[in-house]
């Protein structure tokens, strides 16, 4: 079965400085990616996804993913981050011709003032 | 509807009632999910309904725990006896899983808490 890996389970920047929040899967099968942001209180909201294509995805919020097909990774950036980016967020695959999607346990990114 | 609903909202029950937990998908999509998010924490899968084949129930942590999905529409998650360490938010998401069109939209979840 798929799986996803999310190493950290707590990132901080600074207002204005990069950020990235790292994924890395495990499937058997062509992957399709996704990141999701939950803020507080709140459900899990789609941010982006790779089907194929273009290895860089861009979503919302400024948000953009690069899938590594090599290194099995997919890391979520954003080139300048905002204090209103501080949520948690998740990282997920399912497989071509599958539903059945899995998430990491999540990684809280706060990005302070 | 326009997107995932799910009741009730929030949940109080005493240790050891039974409880059923529903979600309405978007219409057209057909494969449902439902996950458990401990507080803080990250996503647990549940179970997985796509269309009319059997359910992935390799997620549902016992036998007291139960979901089924009627017409290929709404779900309902079903858990007996309460435990616990069962309070959690519960949360169902929907996807149409054909071509591109492949994410899932979540509800706001139900927020249980027992007693």
């Known amino acids: 079965a798929q799986s996803v890996a999310q190493p950290e389970d707590q990132v901080n920047v600074a207002e204005g400085n990069p950020l990235t929040v790292k994924c890395t899967y495990s499937v058997s099968g062509n992957p399709y990616l996704f990141w999701y942001v939950q803020y507080p209180n709140r459900g899990l909201q789609f941010l982006l996804k790779y089907i194929t294509g273009d290895n860089l995805v861009k979503g919302s919020y400024g948000f953009e993913a690069e899938f590594n097909k090599s290194q099995t990774s997919f890391h979520l950036k954003k080139p300048s981050a905002l204090v209103s980016d501080s949520a948690l967020y998740f990282c997920?695959?399912?497989?071509?011709?599958?539903?059945?999607?899995?998430f990491g346990a999540g990684t809280r990114l706060t990005v302070k003032p | 509807g326009a997107g995932v609903s799910q009741s009730p909202s929030n949940k109080v029950t005493e240790k050891g009632k039974d409880v059923e937990l529903r979600c309405d998908p978007i219409s057209g999509h057909t494969a449902l999910y439902w996950y458990r998010q401990s507080l803080g924490q990250g996503l647990e899968f549940l179970i997985y309904f796509q269309g009319n084949s059997a359910p992935d129930k390799s997620g549902l942590p016992s036998d007291r725990f139960s979901a089924e999905r009627t017409g290929g529409s709404v779900s309902t998650l079903t858990i007996q006896r309460t435990q616990q360490e069962d309070s959690a938010v519960y949360l169902c998401?929907?996807?149409?899983?054909?071509?591109?069109?492949?994410?899932?939209?979540f509800g706001q979840g139900t927020r249980l808490t027992v007693v």
């Open positions: 997920a695959v399912r497989v071509y011709n599958n539903n059945d999607m899995r």
């Open positions: 998401a929907s996807s149409l899983g054909r071509g591109r069109n492949t994410e899932a939209f």
